[in-house]
Nanobody, 121 residues
Framework: QVQLVESGGGLVQAGGSLRLSCAASGSIYSIIGMGWYRQAPGEQRKLVATITSGGFTNHADSVKGRFTISRDNAKNTVYLQMNSLKPEDTAVYYC???????????????WGQGTQVTVSS
């Protein structure tokens, strides 16, 4: 199995910055891609940003220009640098990892437990 450990969430004032980290560990054969999703109260979970093992990135329009996803493949870690935070960014942020486990071939989706980001006005 693959485990994801998220960190970096917290309370920040509007206009401030936070950096989220997510480290994947366990029986990893290869990681196809990693990403960040968020879920606000009463809303569906939405994509924030994704990055493939080859370095291709995708950012939601709502965060483009403010958030930047990056990764360290050697450490199986993905980051989300969040700048110019707004109250509407308040949500639980979840790390996602699409990976193949050791001894397997089919990729699976794994999720972290989530980390709370609260932006005050």
């Amino acid at each position: 199995q693959v485990q994801l450990v998220e960190s970096g969430g917290g309370l920040v004032q509007a206009g401030g910055s936070l950096r989220l980290s997510c480290a994947a560990s366990g029986s990893i054969y290869s990681i196809i891609g990693m990403g960040w999703y968020r879920q606000a109260p009463g809303e569906q979970r939405k994509l924030v940003a994704t990055i493939t093992s080859g370095g291709f990135t995708n950012h939601a329009d709502s965060v483009k220009g403010r958030f930047t996803i990056s990764r360290d493949n050697a450490k199986n870690t993905v980051y989300l640098q969040m700048n110019s935070l707004k109250p509407e960014d308040t949500a639980v942020y979840y790390c996602n990892c699409n990976a193949r486990s050791t001894g397997g071939v089919l990729p699976r989706n794994y999720w972290g437990q989530g980390t709370q980001v609260t932006v005050s006005s």
